[in-house]
């Protein structure tokens, strides 16, 4: 409240004269205070994301992959769960409750009656496995670039891969219709990207046809961040700018051909998030993401009994991230990106 008493005819002045003064010192604060977080919506030096996607106690996957590496690269991170599980789904069982609509939309509201919104530059969005939980995404989305115009939305539509869909089916026109054209760079597989487009990709034409599907929808930077359409034993990334490179890089498969390793998608999605934040050179940023990713996984193949050409436990293949600290803030790029425009 502005004036801490009211005056009437029983008080004396000073009374009075003291409420104006508390009255505008408060209101002076609050001036001040939205002044500063209006500041902080256009201040290019903020690096804050928002990070909505999957929780586990045990190894690395979600925001547990996610928030290291963008912290280490100077990045705060509010990780928002859509899950809090045991350890990921890979493992012979899990535990733990899913996260729904009400519950992301009052923790939201915390944030935002706080007036914390204009602090972020940055949303990433990865596992969800409620269509109504995702479809409050898009209403968060939608509020923190009213607080924040420059706001950069990354969104990693986790729904599968290798041909298996791992969330329920009801949220695939979700993604497609209202949080796909909100996006402004999204890194799905080459699986995501046929549920996506609703076309096959089994060629490099097929790829960049579905490339220019993103673009449509106002997408500026589409990443597939892997496919089988390299050579054998050699996975390929592709990269594309709305108006801008066509970009591929070669990587080759470490450990024996059957080993998976999991959270790999979302390593990559963070690291992407973080080098592009400033950066006009996109063939850099692609070949830093994909140098850090293949650090992480060498050193846990290096891990791995038998060099992962054997039986491996779920536990063992838990991505060494901790452990490959320095890959991670000094990327060194050994695999150069391809211009193919």
């Excluded at 080098?275 to 692609?286: P, Q, T, W, Y």
Aim: net charge positive; aromatic share 8%.
């Amino acid at each position: 409240m502005a004036l801490l008493w009211k005056y009437n005819v029983s008080e004396k002045p000073t009374s009075f004269i003291c409420s104006l003064i508390v009255g505008h010192s408060t209101r002076k604060v609050r001036r001040k205070r939205a002044a500063t977080m209006a500041a902080g919506a256009t201040n290019p030096d903020i690096k804050r994301v928002l990070s909505i996607q999957s929780h586990v106690v045990h190894g690395y996957v979600g925001n547990k992959v996610a928030t290291y590496p963008l912290q280490l690269l100077g990045f705060d991170v509010d990780p928002l769960n859509s899950v809090q599980f045991s350890n990921h789904t890979g493992y012979k069982t899990f535990k733990g409750p899913v996260s729904n609509e009400k519950e992301l939309a009052t923790i939201f509201e915390g944030l935002e009656e706080n007036e914390l919104l204009p602090l972020y530059s940055h949303l990433l969005t990865g596992y969800i496995g409620n269509p109504l939980f995702l479809r409050q995404v898009g209403q968060i989305l939608k509020k923190l670039r009213l607080a924040n115009p420059g706001l950069v939305y990354v969104c990693d539509p986790v729904m599968g891969d290798n041909g298996q869909l791992y969330v329920p089916k009801e949220l695939l026109p979700v993604y497609r219709d209202e949080i796909i054209p909100l996006a402004d760079i999204i890194t799905p597989n080459q699986f995501e990207v046929e549920l996506l487009t609703e076309k096959e990709v089994r060629s490099e034409a097929a790829v960049w046809e579905a490339m220019e599907w993103f673009h449509q929808r106002g997408i500026k930077t589409v990443v597939i961040s892997s496919s089988d359409l390299g050579q054998p034993g050699v996975l390929r990334a592709f990269l594309s700018q709305q108006n801008g490179p066509r970009l591929a890089i070669d990587i080759p498969k470490q450990g024996g051909k059957d080993l998976v390793f999991t959270g790999t998608g979302d390593l990559f999605a963070s690291l992407f998030l973080a080098h592009s934040h400033g950066s006009k050179d996109i063939a850099n940023v692609f070949e830093k993401t994909i140098a850090s990713l293949q650090a992480v996984i060498k050193r846990t193949v290096a891990s791995l009994p038998g060099g992962g050409n054997g039986p491996v436990k779920a536990a063992e293949r838990e991505l060494k991230l901790v452990q490959s600290k320095t890959e991670i803030e000094q990327p060194q790029v050994l695999l150069k990106a391809q211009r193919l425009n």
